[in-house]
């Protein structure tokens, strides 16, 4: 069984950064292969949750428009902690930031920014960016 568990978020100033971090459990190689794209996203009320950025089991990672240069997705040795690092932050990155996992690919297709084929999630951690 997959769980994750996000952890991290806080209120911070604008400019400031900000390290957020997944505990993963139940995620294991397929055939000695790691086989999942991990994905941080974000949601404001009233808005569709967004991928801000993925790695796969091979480590290539793939950032939106929006997180470019700013967003950093990385993961320990273990691969049970998957981090997503934010430097700069803005105020438009005030939201509920959530990691989720898909485990039906070994890579991170071109539409993972909608989540779609992410079946496993976490509670959330809240991200709030004063001005």
């Known amino acids: 069984q997959v769980q994750l568990a996000e952890s991290g978020g806080g209120s911070v100033q604008a400019g400031g950064s900000l390290r957020l971090s997944c505990a993963v459990s139940g995620v294991t190689p397929v055939y000695g292969n790691w086989k999942y794209c991990m994905g941080w996203f974000r949601q404001v009320p009233g808005k569709r949750r967004e991928g801000v950025a993925a790695v796969d089991g091979s480590d290539r990672t793939s950032y939106a428009y929006s997180a470019e240069g700013r967003f950093t997705i990385s993961r320990d040795n273990s691969r049970t902690t998957f981090y997503l690092q934010i430097n700069r932050l803005q105020v438009d990155d005030t939201a509920m930031y959530y990691c989720?996992?898909?485990?039906?690919?070994?890579?991170?297709?071109?539409?993972?920014?909608?989540?779609?084929?992410?079946?496993?999630w976490g509670q959330g951690t809240q991200v709030i960016v004063a001005s």
């Open positions: 989720g996992v898909d485990l039906s690919n070994y890579i991170c297709y071109s539409f993972w920014k909608s989540g779609d084929g992410f079946v496993d």
